[in-house]
């Protein structure tokens, strides 16, 4: 009996799928202590997409790109990947979105109490050529409120 279509292309699907399953199953053990620092974000054809957790580490892999790609490729008969690409990873995106978020009411008063300095004639002058009412006030809010 002939396979039915859907048979032939499954088993073409799992067969072509069949080394990025791998690579996800396995990414820890191939990239080793990296996994601390990298995470396999996507796969598109033979490139792989890396998010990286942390900005610093961006160009030190870049210039490992080469021995990371050879690491990738290890454990296959022949290139699977033929690329790898650097992004920041969700992770870092979070942490930094964690690690700047609005200040808290305690630290807003403390920098709402400093005694606001006096404008200069040229601060007042080039205050006068902004049309925009409200950036005026924001802009003199700000140079008062700076430190000279």
């Known amino acids: 009996?002939?396979?039915?279509?859907?048979?032939?292309?499954?088993?073409?699907?799992?067969?072509?799928?069949e080394w990025q399953a791998y690579l996800l199953k396995n990414w820890n053990a191939i990239v080793g202590?990296?996994?601390?620092?990298?995470?396999?974000?996507?796969?598109?054809?033979?490139?792989?997409?890396?998010?990286?957790?942390?900005?610093?580490?961006?160009?030190?892999l870049s210039c490992l790109s080469r021995e990371l790609l050879m690491a990738i490729n290890r454990?296959?008969?022949?290139?699977?990947?033929?690329?790898?690409?650097?992004?920041?990873?969700r992770r870092y995106q979070v942490q930094q979105r964690k690690r700047f978020a609005p200040?808290?009411?305690?630290?807003?008063?403390?920098?709402?109490?400093?005694?606001?300095?006096?404008?200069?004639?040229h601060h007042n002058s080039a205050l006068a050529k902004i049309d925009d009412i409200q950036l005026q006030e924001i802009l003199?809010?700000?140079i008062q409120h700076s430190r000279s």
């Open 33 to 60: 202590e990296l996994h601390t620092r990298i995470s396999l974000e996507y796969i598109r054809g033979t490139l792989v997409i890396i998010g990286v957790h942390d900005l610093h580490w961006m160009h030190e």
């Open 75 to 89: 454990p296959f008969d022949k290139p699977k990947v033929t690329r790898v690409r650097f992004i920041l990873s």
């Open 1 to 17: 009996m002939m396979p039915t279509m859907h048979a032939l292309l499954e088993s073409f699907l799992s067969q072509q799928d």
């Open 140 to 142: 003199r809010t700000l």
């Open 103 to 121: 200040l808290s009411p305690p630290q807003q008063q403390k920098v709402d109490s400093i005694t606001p300095r006096s404008l200069t004639e």
